[in-house]
């Protein structure tokens, strides 16, 4: 059974910064694409970074230069860090992971950033 397991959510004041963590089990960690995903009141969830089984990382253009996605194979875990937030980066983040055909979700760790 995949679990996919966020933490490190919370309240924090535009421009401070969190580390989201995800830690991942019944799947073999280092063969699955992992990522964050986040979903605002009213939209569409969207991608925010993802990082390949060989370590190639993707973001999205609103989170480039602020946030870092990482991960720790040994530990079967990803994080992303996230610099100078934003009150519009405010949103449940889900971790994501994906082999082949197969995909998993966690159940989302809820950011908020007030201004």
């Known amino acids: 059974q995949v679990q996919l397991v966020e933490s490190g959510g919370g309240l924090v004041q535009a421009g401070g910064s969190l580390r989201l963590s995800c830690a991942a089990s019944?799947?073999?960690?280092?063969?699955?694409?992992m990522g964050w995903y986040r979903q605002a009141p009213g939209k569409q969830r969207e991608m925010v970074a993802t990082?390949?089984?060989?370590?190639?990382?993707n973001y999205a253009d609103s989170v480039k230069g602020r946030f870092t996605i990482s991960r720790d194979n040994a530990k079967n875990t990803v994080y992303l860090q996230m610099n100078s937030l934003k009150p519009e980066d405010t949103a449940v983040y889900y971790c994501?992971?994906?082999?082949?055909?197969?995909?998993?979700w966690g159940q989302g760790t809820q950011v908020t950033v007030s201004s």
């Open positions: 990082i390949s089984t060989g370590g190639t990382t």
């Open positions: 019944g799947i073999t960690f280092s063969l699955n694409t």
């Open positions: 994501y992971s994906r082999r082949m055909i197969w995909e998993s």
